[in-house]
């Protein structure tokens, strides 16, 4: 229905969308993952966009409808057309952001692989539908499927089925050395995240030969299904030279976001050191990253302020990385792990009065020598001696 006629149609909250009560009210894009600011009013006639009123019985502000209706917040319907609007309340700080860990099985044996080596483990599917139902009731955004390779788990399939229409953004985690025309046809989630550690030589020196083919075919097969695409890179000894290859690829497919990071020493790559390079090598090519992020400081807080994790077996961590440091069982009550979550304040760390701790925020808790000390590597790109 063209957008100047919806005084006559029926509006309706677009299946795109979704209210969140946060530490503000906001009403979220899940396709673009973009969170609009609302204030009480807005919430109102949001809730009252059930399918059952014409737009003329429900505002006279045509320039905000119709701006909602431009951004796919809102759609109009020539007839009448019911469902159910309400609002997901979070807590303070918000959970935003939940790794899933689906299952410990990986295909592959990655020489950097913080988690070490692959297991057997696999969440149960009700748990794994039952979690992400309460992250998705909580107000959460991104939803992080993953693993291990979160496409050997046995029942993903029938995962990504029972969790359409949650609310939230479903973006999947995978080496994409697995993903074929069989399955790509119902891989349909919001978006998937490949990890493309450089060209042919640098990825193959972290993830084995052969692989770089599959991974390339992987995300041109998401493309291709019209998938959002992003890509997750480590920086090492053998990728130096390739980034500005893939640059250009990336760009090229048009992926929504490329995450790039600096190592840490943990699982299999303390047997591998020789692929870590210096943080004065490496941090120049942090500058390459672009798009969002999940994990970062905010509102005073260091790293994980929105973010948890849980393992294979529900229990929820800060993040992988503290999977030796268990909070509680997700299955018990996943806002009652939240709740015990400790953050720590910007005020606390030991580089309080540092001059770039408004941008660094701090850095990574986990790489830093101790939970309080400054992060090594962001010291380094920002200039600070130790």
């Excluded at 893939?246 to 699982?267: L, N, P, T």
């Excluded at 948890?308 to 961590?317: K, W």
């Excluded at 030991?350 to 992060?375: I, T, V, Y």
Aim: glycine share 10%.
């Amino acid at each position: 229905m063209n957008i100047r006629n919806w005084r006559r149609a029926y509006l309706r909250l677009h299946p795109k969308a979704a209210l969140k009560k946060l530490e503000q009210q906001f009403i979220y894009h899940i396709t673009n993952d973009e969170l609009y600011e609302i204030d009480e009013k807005a919430v109102g006639f949001f809730l009252r966009c059930d399918g059952t009123a014409r737009g003329e019985e429900l505002s006279s502000e045509s320039d905000f409808v119709e701006y909602c209706l431009e951004e796919e917040l809102l759609e109009a319907l020539p007839d009448p057309n019911h469902v159910d609007v309400s609002v997901n309340m979070n807590v303070a700080p918000s959970l935003r952001y939940l790794e899933l860990q689906l299952t410990n099985k990986c295909n592959l044996r990655c020489a950097h692989c913080y988690l070490g080596s692959p297991g057997s483990g696999e969440m149960i599917l009700s748990d794994a539908v039952n979690i992400t139902q309460a992250f998705a009731d909580m107000g959460g955004i991104r939803l992080l499927i993953s693993g291990g390779e979160p496409l050997l788990y046995k029942n993903l399939k029938e995962y990504i089925a029972r969790t359409q229409n949650t609310g939230v953004r479903r973006v999947l985690f995978s080496n994409g050395t697995l993903i074929d025309s069989g399955n790509i046809s119902w891989l349909n989630v919001d978006e998937i995240q490949f990890s493309l550690d450089g060209w042919r030589k640098g990825h193959e020196a972290l993830r084995g030969s052969g692989t770089f083919e599959k991974t390339i075919a992987g995300i041109r097969m998401a493309c291709q299904a019209g998938t959002a695409v992003s890509v997750s890179t480590m920086i090492h000894r053998e990728n130096l030279d390739e980034f500005e290859r893939m640059k250009d690829f990336i760009r090229d497919i048009g992926a929504v976001e490329w995450g790039v990071d600096v190592m840490s020493v943990s699982g299999a790559l303390e047997a591998h050191r020789e692929l870590v390079v210096s943080n004065k090598e490496a941090v120049p090519f942090l500058d390459y990253a672009f798009g969002g992020g999940y994990h970062g400081a905010s509102e005073g807080y260091a790293c994980g302020r929105h973010l948890m994790t849980i393992m294979p077996d529900c229990r929820a961590v800060k993040c992988g990385f503290y999977r030796d440091k268990p909070i509680g069982d997700a299955r018990i009550g996943l806002k009652e792990c939240w709740l015990k979550m400790e953050h720590i304040p910007l005020s606390r760390l030991e580089c309080s009065s540092c001059s770039a701790l408004d941008e660094c925020r701090g850095g990574c808790r986990f790489r830093a020598p101790d939970p309080l000390a400054p992060d090594p590597v962001m010291c380094c790109y920002y200039g600070i001696s130790g």
